[in-house]
């Protein structure tokens, strides 16, 4: 069924580079929501009034916020795919974390509405009608929202859209919600114990859940999440495969929509190498990059030693005390400028986020100590860096 709508309504639907072809594959998802969940929002709504039963109207209302859902990501997608302007020349992207965070809110809100109407019935509980026809139907819904949440994980992942996925992952919530009103039915049916309000407490809470994760998922490219690992690698790796790049640190991502990002890295280059050569090289990684990766990269070049055998052997020490004091521990940008009496190493000491101001002052101390210990004459320029990967 997915591959058919798919193949019948996404023009050109392999081409997901395109962003046309994506906004295609959004207004898809959307019009698929809103269809499914007005008409499970009617036949839940009906059923709950016929049966009394608060957790069914729960699970109705919680239907049409999705369906308000899907037409606000409709009207995220259509703006995300909006081209660049002066104005903003990166582009709308980020509009669709917007809209997804829009539906978080309608989701929680629904959610708490119908805890304070589950806490009301828990006081004050109603009897359970039991029908074979209206139970029946319930089963088909939970079958619709299972089939809705792997519909729109296999369009997100396929599209890498973050709007998608969560609401996917509200689908799948859905369908746990409405199993547990169905098991509150059957009990009530069968045991005689009627715990329906119990079971709009567990569905509303469940519904608040759902839209605190999809606002947790949507705020953190806004407010500017680590870099990827996988793609970290993979952009590092690409860089460093050019003859004439001996290395790269400080690779940031800027993400300003799904398949729309930019990026900046140091990399490294022998000191005296040609400058000419190595800005050639440069400028033809920053174009294959945006070519095979569609990421707009800025590549800014770190002269280093490489000859030098006094400075080498500084460097490597400083290395091996790093390992002996935290394996996690790295450096760049290493310099050195001797003297007779003095020797200065300048260097940026790139530390994990788990160290405090304290803990870091105490880091600087011992890796001082450590490398003094070796020689004298070391003093230090060190500057305390941290990194911009995701674990």
Sequence with gaps: MTEYLVRRFVKDYEDIGREEVRT?????????????????????LLIGMLMHSIAVMA????????????????????MAGKPADKEHPFGHGRMEYIAAFIVAFLVIQVGFSFFKSSAGKLMHP?????????????????????????????????????????????????????????????????????IDAAAGLLVSLMVMWAGIS????????????????????KISEMVEAYEGILGTHDLIVHNYGPNKSMASIHAEVPRDADIEESHEIIDRIEREVA??????????????????????KSKQELEEVLQVIDERLN???????????????IFDLVVPFDYDKKGQEELLDKVIRMMQEKDGRYQFVITVDQGFVGT
């Design 126 to 194: 109603e009897a359970i009608t039991f029908q074979l026809v209206p139970f029946l139907i319930l089963v088909l819904s939970v079958g619709v929202k299972l089939w809705m949440g792997l519909f729109n994980r296999k369009l997100g992942k396929r599209i890498n859209s973050k709007v998608m996925l969560a609401t996917s992952a509200d689908s799948m919530g859905d369908a746990v919600t409405t199993s547990a009103t169905l098991i509150s039915i059957l009990i009530c049916r069968f045991a005689g114990v009627n």
């Design 59 to 78: 699970d109705a209302f919680n239907n049409l916020s999705d369906a308000a859902s899907s037409v606000i990501s409709f009207v995220g997608v259509k």
């Design 214 to 233: 999809i606002a947790k998922e949507t705020l953190e490219p806004l407010i500017g999440e680590a870099a990827d690992p996988e793609l970290y690698k």
């Design 291 to 312: 070519r095979e990766l569609g990421i707009f990269l800025v590549i800014h070049m770190d002269p280093i030693e490489v000859r030098d055998e006094e400075v080498l």
């Design 331 to 345: 450096m760049h940008d290493f310099r050195m400028v001797k003297g007779k009496r003095q020797i200065n190493l």
């Design 24 to 44: 295609r594959y959004g207004i898809l998802s959307s019009m698929v929501g809103i269809l499914c969940n007005v008409l499970l929002f009617g036949i839940k």
